[in-house]
């Protein structure tokens, strides 16, 4: 079985994000950048499954400017065997980004897509579940646990209040969720090695794709600053301002 | 107001509709003021009689079919689809399963979607959160049928209506699929009120140490009549249930209080709870970023300090 998996380009997780003095946008601007940690366990779950001999090979793809290459070479690293680069604007609508991706999965034709369930910048959580809407597949998102057996995929999905487990056929869309594995780090060798590996560039045309604007970034704005609090002394010293100063206690 | 019709998708487990849809209507209203409550489900009637004595709502349309009894993406985007082809705007609640579906409902009318919004500025102009809730991007749609998630806990629950109930009309649509089924549920029973609608909120980090010691949270939960929350890394670690973790990640919680114990306060767990009316942290280390955000920072020994704070509330 063929695997595909998206992987975005994203603002290090731990990096403090900054906005624009005109407040147009984020400001990326030698800001630290890295693989969605989504997606680094999307990569690390098809790794697993060549592994375990159900996947046969693992494909990669990235939408955005050049220098998407470098998550794609990260991912090779860790194990895909090839690249797709769809070359795009780094901050192409999710809408849009689902429309390449179906083009790819059409192309492909893998047995399983994977991608985070979130983007760590834009928080969407949205791409995967409209990309199965477009190839007309099922999906299962937040997955927590991945099993493949005759044709199906068992998936544990993290929901609020607990755990659902769904069986979707293959084809199908699962995105993960932080729990589904742990993601490896890459070794020299195979950073060495991911540098050879195919990459194939394509752009929205030549998929097929017209890329279309639904959305409007107005303005960015820092969120409202709380106001510096108190250290208190003691737990009494707490209770007493709980109760009689900010008076949410009885 | 604008007579927008907006459809709104009722939150609901077939037995109860949740306080979310409340919220959810009062955001409607600021959209429109045709507002119909769509209950998918099966078995689901009495969340429909529920919906529809909430003031604001036209009508509410209850779909009730086996097709719908587990709100599944590939049956039920197919219902909302149909539903919203006349609709101005279509609203789910910011949950798992409003997650899971509007996506894809919005990708198949070939609109965009806007996720988990916090406020409405005009009737396509809306603010939410990117990066962790460290930017709030003000954003326009420029979409015929505006496609969104909405953080419940940014507006004010819709009373009920003081008199009357909105007609209840029965949806005949359902197409049978075999894509995807459903196999099992587990659901963490609790006494204690719900996270995510929790006056107060008790959250526990990997400070606790163990899944042993995070039952210290317990009588002081008691005492405050609150919900039980943790850091990622106390889920990670098997403290406590997934669905109990905080943040960009997890659950985004408002309460009036929220006492953070033994929680450094990474910017992913705060994107989840700084929000919050009045922010308590315990925490041993005074450098922690947590008192940043904190109304009352007690630099302490949580084994101490939270079984003290227990006793004497
Ligand atoms: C993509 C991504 C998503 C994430 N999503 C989330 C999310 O949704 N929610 C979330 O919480 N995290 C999330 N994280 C993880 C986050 O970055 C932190 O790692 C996590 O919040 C840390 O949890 P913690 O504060 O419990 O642990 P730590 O950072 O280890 O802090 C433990 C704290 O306990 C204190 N302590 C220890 N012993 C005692 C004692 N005896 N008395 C008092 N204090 C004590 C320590 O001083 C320390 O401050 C995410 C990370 C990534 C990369
Ligand atoms: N530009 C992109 N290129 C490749 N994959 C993407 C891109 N944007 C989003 N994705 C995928 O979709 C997932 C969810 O992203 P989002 O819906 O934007 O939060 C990510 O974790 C990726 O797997």
Redesign the interface.
């Known amino acids: 079985m063929k695997i595909l998996v998206a992987v975005k380009r994203t603002l290090d997780a731990y990096v403090k994000v900054r906005i624009r003095q005109d407040h147009s946008g984020v400001d990326l601007t030698s800001a630290k950048m890295a693989m969605n940690p989504f997606c680094e366990i999307a990569v690390e779950e098809a790794v697993r499954l060549k592994e375990k001999g159900i996947a046969t090979e693992i494909v990669v793809v990235s939408v955005g400017s050049d220098k998407v290459q470098e998550q794609l070479r990260g991912a090779m690293a860790l194990g895909a065997d090839r690249g797709i680069h769809v070359q795009a604007g780094d901050d192409l609508e999710s809408l849009n980004v689902a429309k390449l991706l179906k083009a790819v999965v059409d192309k492909e034709q893998p047995g399983l897509i994977l991608l985070g369930k979130q983007a760590i910048d834009s928080d969407n959580n949205q791409v995967g579940q409209m990309l199965a809407a477009l190839a007309q597949l099922p999906q299962a998102t937040f997955a927590s646990k991945l099993e493949i057996a005759e044709g199906r995929a068992t998936v544990s999905r993290e929901v609020d209040g607990g755990e659902q487990v769904l069986s979707i056929s293959l084809p199908a869309i699962v995105t993960t969720d932080l729990r589904l594995n742990e993601p490896r780090y890459a070794k020299l060798p195979d950073i060495m090695k991911a540098k050879k590996k195919p990459v194939d560039i394509f752009t929205p045309e030549q998929l097929g794709v017209t890329v279309k604007q639904h959305l409007k970034l107005v303005e960015v704005n820092d969120p409202p600053a709380r106001k510096a609090g108190v250290k208190v002394a003691s737990v009494a010293e707490l209770v007493d301002k709980l109760r009689n100063e900010a008076k949410v206690i009885a | 107001m604008s007579p927008m019709k907006v459809l709104i998708l009722a939150e609901h487990d077939n037995a109860t509709l949740k306080p979310a849809t409340l919220h959810l209507v009062s955001a409607a209203l600021q959209l429109g003021s045709d507002i119909s409550i769509l209950v998918a489900g099966q078995g689901c009637a009495a969340v429909a009689d529920n919906a529809s004595r909430i003031a604001g709502v036209s009508r509410v349309l209850l779909a009730d079919n086996a097709v719908y009894q587990?709100q599944?993406?590939?049956a039920l985007?197919p219902l909302v689809v149909q539903l919203a082809s006349d609709a101005g705007a279509v609203l789910a609640a910011a949950?798992?399963?409003g997650?899971?579906?509007?996506?894809?409902?919005?990708?198949?009318l070939?609109?965009?979607?806007?996720?988990?919004i916090l406020a409405i500025k005009d009737a396509s102009?809306f603010v939410r959160?990117?990066?962790?809730?460290?930017?709030?991007?003000?954003?326009?749609?420029?979409?015929a049928i505006k496609v969104a998630t909405v953080r419940t806990s940014a507006f004010l629950p819709a009373p009920l209506a003081t008199s009357g109930q909105a007609p209840i009309e029965s949806v005949a649509i359902a197409t049978a699929q075999?894509?995807?089924?459903?196999?099992?549920?587990?659901?963490?029973v609790s006494a204690r009120p719900?996270l995510?609608a929790a006056r107060?909120v008790v959250s526990g980090g990997r400070g606790l140490g163990s899944a042993e010691n995070f039952k210290l949270l317990d009588p002081l939960a008691d005492k405050?009549g609150a919900a039980i929350g943790a850091s990622?890394a106390a889920?990670?670690a098997g403290y406590v249930?997934?669905?109990l973790q905080v943040g960009?990640?997890g659950?985004i919680v408002a309460p009036?209080?929220y006492i953070a114990v033994g929680i450094s306060g990474a910017?992913?767990h705060l994107a989840g709870m700084?929000d919050s009316?009045?922010?308590?942290a315990i925490n041993k280390d005074?450098e922690a970023a947590i008192?940043q955000?904190?109304?009352?920072?007690?630099?302490?020994d949580l084994f101490q300090?939270v079984p003290?704070?227990a006793k004497?509330?």
């Open positions: 587990y599944l993406a590939e985007a949950s798992t399963t997650k899971n579906v509007l996506p894809r409902v919005a990708a198949a070939d609109v965009a979607q806007l996720s988990e102009t959160p990117i990066y962790a809730g460290n930017v709030l991007a003000t954003v326009q749609s420029l979409d075999d894509q995807s089924r459903f196999v099992s549920a587990s659901h963490n719900e995510g107060v405050l990622r889920v990670d249930s997934n669905d960009q990640t659950k009036e209080l910017i992913q700084k009316k009045v922010i308590v005074p008192f955000v904190a109304d009352y920072g007690l630099v302490a300090a003290e704070l004497s509330l």
